[in-house]
């Protein structure tokens, strides 16, 4: 196998696919819309899960930029230590040891230096929790074009329409009748007094 | 908010029910429930469309599969505007026919022939019975001649205020938007535009208007006049909203159009209705239904995370230019001294280490040789002794 620096490649690989799916989640997020009756019931019905699940992932998805930024900080440090630059003391190195091993620093001696390193470990913090808002599902409306059915009145049904059925007048293929969405009649003066058919509870 | 009232009476049906709901008793809108059992009611007036809302769903385009919330369309069909005013001088009258005899003259049916005509023509008028003398009766005259729909009230003592009212109906070709709220199940209708005249025969139109009439005289029985007592229910609304203690005739005009419009919207979507659910004639027209849906995400916050993705990836790109770590990347790596173990085998290394793995180390983090050495701190722990370890294997 020949001989490689894994570190800077891991570092391109992390780079680059978490610019590839942070894109991908963006143009998501803005022209995406999913309507599938079975999510949306999975959305709503198992909230707690999916946060879980996602809290899991988005943790996943940030080690892509915690172990770069840990990686920069490391390589910087040991250019640093080869150069003829001014040399880093050993504070320095402990305070960009505990940025990169992502562990604070609680010491009285050493205020600043404390105050760096849990701000820098808030900071790692903040990649995680923003691919958390980036891939929760998030449920909301969507329009799209339909086709809306409203009665039609040809002349082929015109004898139902279109005939007048005044009292005392027969005209039974005009009454219609009861279905399980309520009565429907063409002489509603006649049929809409619905509530002794409908009291019955069988 | 409706006034509650338990009148047997006032129970008999869903049409009377929107007359005595027509009007508003309060600032809200007048809603009245679709007549049929689909659950939908009407927020203001339904104009007699949106009948088919409930009983055939809305086809969705391209594979589109969802959970309707709310769609919306338009539908031609008929504005109807009546206007009303009392004329003093009405020609309709009750002529009295035969009286029916009861023991003692209790409850003796009188017969009464309702008749006369309205401006536009002479009304057919029907027969009728009331108890004693006509003051529980009332009579709905329906006149459509000389292209003019009018109505006029022949009432008696008990609907005082209804006698003399004479109205007249237009319909107009409309253009309707129907919203409706599925889960809310309610609909609301807007006229929009003049619209396609869906009958120019004119047969809709004709039958609702004559339906009203048709109430007045299948429902005036013997003691009461059903419709009568829901035009009263409704002008005691009109009474109610516009805050006065006895209803003025303005209070009884309003509240005889709306009654009348609310009675005529009924009449023209149950047609409707019968034709979708009793002949499934029905014809599509195009519409935006929105549905229960979700998304990957928050734009803004994924729009962060890019950005801040695309930070990193440039001050990497940075690094990697400064530091000259393309040229690093096919050849052995550099000691990383922020890794525990490389800076004490480097420093180890840096103090002349006599130990031979430290000596033969190239700086590899992850040489195991150099992994496997012991660590022990002095007896005053302030030094670190590396040894090299006396068992193998680990």
């Known amino acids: 196998m020949p001989v490689m620096y894994w570190k800077p490649v891991w570092v391109i690989v992390c780079v680059a696919s978490s610019l590839a799916i942070s894109g991908f989640i963006t143009w998501l997020s803005t022209a995406k819309r999913f309507s599938n009756v079975n999510h949306v019931q999975l959305i709503k019905q198992y909230r707690t899960y999916i946060s879980i699940i996602v809290q899991v992932i988005s943790t996943v998805l940030s080690i892509g930029q915690t172990y770069v930024v840990g990686s920069l900080v490391a390589f910087s440090t040991n250019a640093r230590l080869t150069s003829n630059r001014k040399l880093p003391t050993l504070d320095t190195l402990k305070l960009r040891q505990a940025m990169v091993s992502k562990s604070p620093i609680w010491e009285r001696q050493t205020k600043m230096i404390s105050m760096i390193s849990i701000g820098w470990l808030l900071a790692l913090q903040l990649p995680a929790a923003l691919w958390a808002g980036s891939i929760t599902p998030v449920l909301t409306e969507a329009q799209y074009e339909a086709l809306i059915p409203i009665p039609y009145y040809s002349q082929s049904t015109a004898a139902y329409w279109a005939t007048k059925c005044a009292p005392a007048e027969p005209c039974d293929q005009l009454l219609g009748g009861i279905s399980d969405m309520g009565t429907f009649s063409y002489v509603a003066w006649k049929s809409k007094l619905v509530s002794i058919p409908q009291a019955c509870t069988c | ?394």
């Open chain 2, 1 to 394: 908010m409706h006034l509650l009232i338990f009148v047997p009476s006032a129970r008999t049906g869903l049409l009377l029910n929107a007359v005595s709901q027509a009007s508003s008793r309060d600032s809200s809108i007048p809603q009245h429930q679709k007549l049929d059992a689909t659950g939908f009611t009407y927020h203001g007036r339904s104009y007699g469309v949106g009948s088919a809302v409930g009983l055939v769903q809305p086809q969705l385009l391209n594979g589109t599969v969802g959970t309707i919330r709310n769609y919306s369309f338009f539908e031609d069909g008929y504005e109807c505007q009546v206007s009303c005013q009392y004329n003093k001088t009405s020609q309709l009258s009750w002529i009295k026919s035969d009286l029916v005899q009861t023991p003692g003259g209790i409850y003796a049916p009188q017969g009464y022939w309702a008749n006369g005509s309205l401006p536009n023509g002479v009304w057919d008028g029907f027969p009728t019975w009331a108890v004693v003398n006509e003051g529980f009766a009332t009579a709905l005259a329906a006149v459509n001649s000389q292209s003019r729909y009018m109505y006029g009230f022949l009432a008696g003592n008990a609907y005082a205020v209804l006698n003399q009212i004479q109205c007249e109906a237009r319909f107009s070709p409309t253009r309707f938007k129907v919203e409706v709220g599925v889960s809310a199940k309610n609909i609301s209708v807007i006229p929009v535009a003049t619209g396609l005249d869906i009958d120019p025969s004119r047969a809709l139109a004709n039958i609702s208007f004559h339906g009203a009439g048709y109430l007045s005289q299948t429902l005036t029985t013997l003691y009461t006049s059903v419709l009568g007592d829901s035009f009263l229910r409704n002008i005691d609304n009109v009474r109610v909203h516009n805050n006065r203690t006895q209803a003025i005739d303005q209070d009884v005009i309003n509240a005889v159009e709306e009654g009348l419009e609310t009675l005529i919207d009924d009449f023209l979507g149950s047609t409707g209705a019968a034709q979708v659910a009793l002949l499934q004639e029905t014809r599509s027209t195009q519409g935006f239904v929105v549905l229960e849906a979700y998304r990957i995400g928050n734009f803004p916050i994924a729009t962060t995370t890019l950005s801040l993705v695309a930070i990193i990836g440039l001050a990497a790109l940075g690094n990697f230019i400064t530091l000259g770590l393309w040229h690093k990347i096919s050849s052995r790596p550099d000691p990383d001294f922020l890794d525990f173990k490389t800076a004490i085998v480097s420093i180890a290394k840096g103090a002349g280490s006599a130990l031979n793995p430290v000596n033969n180390w190239k700086g590899d983090s992850d040489d195991r040789i150099v992994g496997k050495l012991e660590v022990k701190a002095t007896e005053n722990v302030l030094a670190l002794k590396l040894m090299e370890s006396s068992v193998h294997g680990l």
